[in-house]
């Protein structure tokens, strides 16, 4: 349970957040942030996201708006439910079957110093076409989808760096992209391949990614990371990474 002391916490990772995973089109409608993108199916680029917990006023009126609004994206309507939804909206959604579909984890740590002595043997990529192919490859997801997740990385604002694993005759094993804001780096987008899982190949590019991060000052990393991947929760851990928050996917008749 978020007290009212974490709030600002979950605010401000909240925020980088979104600045980490830019969304095509933002919209308000009161303290409801409304993010949609016809480019890319993600979940979190297309969500109603509420930030003031004290903000419930004509709720199903707003839905209803809402709703108008995701279809002309051809999109479901989905609430991403925070510790910052009100109380009002979750047993709106409870009394109306609003099922929980997805639920992720945000977690932190602290980047620990960089050994000065240490060479560092992976350097980010310039190539966004080069980054999303190899996340696509090692996903096995639609080759189709690899305009709509260009266009969403080209949009991120904060420098980024698009890391990649490639290994002699099987191309890429493994990628991860880091969002280095002020002095918080967000990891994103880490895959390794299935056949190269569990032999370290995880921690050797999110450990690329931290360092890559507290070379520009980062000191503390944030991720968000579905609370079913048993695996990858204990790879962060292992780093130092403790859970914040949770948030949750919500969608009528899901």
Request: aromatic letters at 8%; hydrophobic letters at 45%; charged letters at 25%.
């Amino acid at each position: 349970m978020i007290s009212k002391a974490d709030l600002p916490n979950v605010r401000r990772l909240e925020a980088v957040g979104f600045r980490a995973w830019p969304a095509a089109s933002v919209q308000y409608d009161g303290s409801w942030l409304i993010r949609l993108t016809a480019g890319h199916d993600s979940k979190r680029l297309n969500s109603v996201n509420p930030l003031d917990p004290s903000d419930y006023r004509d709720l199903e009126i707003r839905l209803e708006k809402a709703t108008r609004r995701f279809a002309e994206f051809g999109r479901p309507l989905t609430v991403r439910q925070t510790p910052l939804t009100a109380p009002q909206l979750i047993a709106h959604m409870d009394a109306n079957d609003w099922p929980v579909f997805s639920e992720s984890i945000v977690m932190m740590a602290d980047i620990p110093p960089n050994d000065t002595t240490e060479a560092i043997e992976h350097l980010p990529l310039r190539d966004v076409g080069r980054f999303v192919d190899a996340r696509l490859q090692i996903c096995g997801e639609n080759g189709q989808d690899k305009a709509g997740l260009s266009d969403v990385i080209k949009a991120i604002k904060p420098e980024c760096g698009l890391f990649l694993f490639e290994a002699p005759e099987h191309g890429p094993i493994a990628v991860s992209l880091a969002v280095h804001d002020n002095d918080l780096a967000g990891i994103l987008q880490v895959a390794v391949a299935p056949d190269v899982r569990r032999q370290g190949v995880g921690a050797s590019i999110v450990n690329a990614s931290l360092r890559w991060a507290r070379l520009r000052g980062a000191r503390t990393a944030w991720l968000a990371v579905e609370s079913g991947n048993e695996a990858a929760i204990a790879l962060y851990r292992n780093f130092g990474f403790r859970d914040v928050y949770r948030y949750a996917y919500r969608r009528a008749g899901a």
